[in-house]
């Protein structure tokens, strides 16, 4: 004769409650991990958070600035020295990639120079040597009529600038790359008549520097 078993409401109450506990202590589990988680982050960004870099133009100097016409294409010969400094007492700054162009009134007159990167440690400083060309880079129409009117005034204003990717390091932990982006504004005295350089700016102009 086969045995029925029958369980009572009783014992089915209790293997439910031991399933909820389990799906519990898993939930408690992962909550705890992802807690500490997100609380590494929040420590590292609300209380390491790194300053972004500084950049100043220590010094910039035209060599050749030619304008030729039908079509309009520009020859160009400039060096240029950057101050870099990483203002963060903890946190040093891989600079993994560097490309350096001139341009005048909105238009890039020289192709992107790289350099090579380097690793800048806490409150470090370095000096960026880049030297600019550009033969027979196309410009707009207005460039010569840019250039007239700035002998006029008997100033020019030229922007040297940097994109690149960097990565933060605080200890052993290394952030993914970033973006940046730095114009520095190098203000030359040009005229009456167009020269073909040198011009020179040691003004030693601040930078600004988007992150």
């Given at each position: 004769?086969?045995?029925?078993?029958?369980?009572?409401p009783?014992?089915?109450?209790?293997?439910?409650?031991?399933?909820?506990?389990?799906?519990?202590?898993?939930?408690?589990?992962?909550?705890?991990?992802?807690?500490?988680?997100?609380?590494i982050?929040?420590?590292i960004?609300f209380?390491?958070?790194?300053?972004?870099?500084?950049?100043?133009?220590?010094?910039?100097?035209?060599?050749?600035?030619?304008?030729?016409?039908?079509?309009?294409?520009?020859?160009?010969?400039?060096?240029?020295?950057?101050?870099?400094?990483?203002?963060?007492?903890?946190?040093?700054?891989?600079?993994?990639?560097?490309?350096?162009?001139?341009?005048?009134?909105?238009?890039?007159?020289?192709?992107?120079?790289?350099?090579?990167?380097?690793y800048?440690?806490?409150?470090?400083?370095?000096?960026?040597?880049?030297?600019?060309?550009?033969?027979?880079?196309?410009?707009?129409?207005?460039?010569?009529?840019?250039?007239?009117?700035?002998?006029?005034?008997?100033?020019?204003?030229?922007?040297?600038?940097?994109?690149?990717?960097?990565?933060?390091?605080?200890?052993?932990?290394?952030?993914?790359?970033?973006?940046?982006?730095?114009?520095?504004?190098?203000?030359?005295?040009?005229?009456?008549?167009?020269?073909?350089?040198p011009l020179?700016?040691?003004?030693?102009?601040?930078?600004?520097?988007?992150?």
């Open positions: 004769m086969s045995q029925i078993h029958v369980k009572s009783q014992h089915c109450a209790k293997k439910n409650l031991s399933i909820d506990k389990r799906y519990k202590k898993l939930f408690y589990a992962f909550f705890t991990f992802l807690f500490s988680i997100l609380s982050i929040f420590i960004y209380l390491l958070h790194p300053s972004k870099p500084e950049f100043s133009l220590k010094e910039a100097d035209i060599y050749q600035l030619n304008l030729f016409t039908n079509p309009q294409l520009v020859n160009s010969s400039i060096q240029l020295t950057l101050l870099s400094k990483n203002p963060n007492q903890k946190v040093g700054i891989y600079y993994d990639e560097l490309l350096v162009h001139a341009s005048y009134k909105g238009q890039q007159i020289t192709v992107s120079t790289s350099l090579p990167p380097f800048q440690g806490h409150e470090g400083s370095n000096l960026l040597t880049a030297s600019l060309t550009g033969n027979g880079v196309p410009v707009a129409s207005s460039f010569r009529y840019e250039v007239i009117r700035d002998t006029t005034v008997g100033k020019m204003v030229m922007n040297l600038k940097v994109n690149g990717r960097l990565r933060w390091k605080l200890g052993t932990w290394v952030s993914r790359k970033y973006r940046f982006n730095v114009n520095c504004a190098a203000i030359m005295p040009f005229g009456p008549s167009i020269p073909s350089g020179s700016s040691k003004q030693g102009t601040q930078c600004s520097t988007a992150v």
